[in-house]
């Protein structure tokens, strides 16, 4: 198959968040309010939550707007029970689903394409389950088909959205007239944790809600770029099985991230991408859609791969807007991507895309943009081997 592969395309994004925004500046005095008898704890607290590069994020609970008193999941009171994984979870089937309708709907839309159409639905999130699952609810209230192949990709965390797409490249590589339904989920803020421990109080920190959808095909005309679908590659780092954990605990997911994960990724990943553009014909990408999984690994991806600003722009607006959403993340970036290429009128450019997982694990694919004049001019309307 061709490095990038001329006719397997993203054709259509759509992007959701619940409707209570939460200002980083706003959420740090409050959790400082809750930790006012850590103060050790609290200072950390704030420092972290200063630097990691957020500025909102949004919620689909209520209570995390409430003031340090009021909100069970900052509670230090031993008479204000913190919510069960059961409540969170009862939280996450009753919030997931809405906000997935959403973004699938948008991505319809934005794709010119029918429900009636889809033949493979793929559903991703790490931060509930339930059954029947959210992909059940996705085909009776799209009007999906009821014999469309469902592909549930749960618990694998914020690799997961760039593995679904992955996937569907090759779904759709081998099935031209395939038409794969991507939808992504995650409602972080439901495992937040009243913790004096720093590890939580940084998961605490950026994580955020939000919704992501997109339609890979290999057909039809749209009326604005495509992001064409190159090879990929996946790799399980060395060593660092312990450096990203993600765990069901009594209440709630408990998370924790090493503070090592930049300097690992700084040390593995280079090899890794020069295997995956080792014969492409631009061999240093003009466009990066990162995975912002926290400040820290952007720095230092911008500064391995001497990338500009402008590169990295649309990772760190998505982190600053709407902090780490999970797998949901990085269509976000390839959305914020699109509206800002085709505002500069830009023609086609290479790109890579990155994601980063529990593992740790590193998912990757090349693409092209293509600008609507262009992929009208060259319609996707058969496939090459």
Known sequence: MNQTDHNVAILGIGTAVPEFRLDQADTSDRLAQALREYPNSMRWAKRIFKQCGVETRYTCEPNLLESAENCRYFSYEPHRPVPSTAERMETYKRESVPLALNAARRALTDGNVEASEITHLITVSCTGQFLPGMDAELIHRLGLAVSVNRIPLNFLGCAAGLKAIGLSREIVASHPYAKVLIVCVELCTLHIQPSVERKALFGASFFGDGASACIVGAGGFVPHGVFRLGKGHSVLLPDSAEEMVWEVGNSGFDL????????????????????????SPNHKPELWAIHPGGKGILDTLEDTFGLTEEQTGPSRSVLRKYGNMSSATLLFVLHEMRQELTASGSGPLNGVTLAFGPGLTCEMTLFTYVPALHAQMQ???????
Do not use: C, K, M, T
């Open 256 to 279: 924790y991230l090493s503070p090592d994960i930049p300097r690992l990724i700084g040390r593995f990943i280079p090899e890794q991408v020069e295997s995956l553009l080792s014969g």
């Open 379 to 385: 319609p996707l309307n058969e496939v090459h081997a």
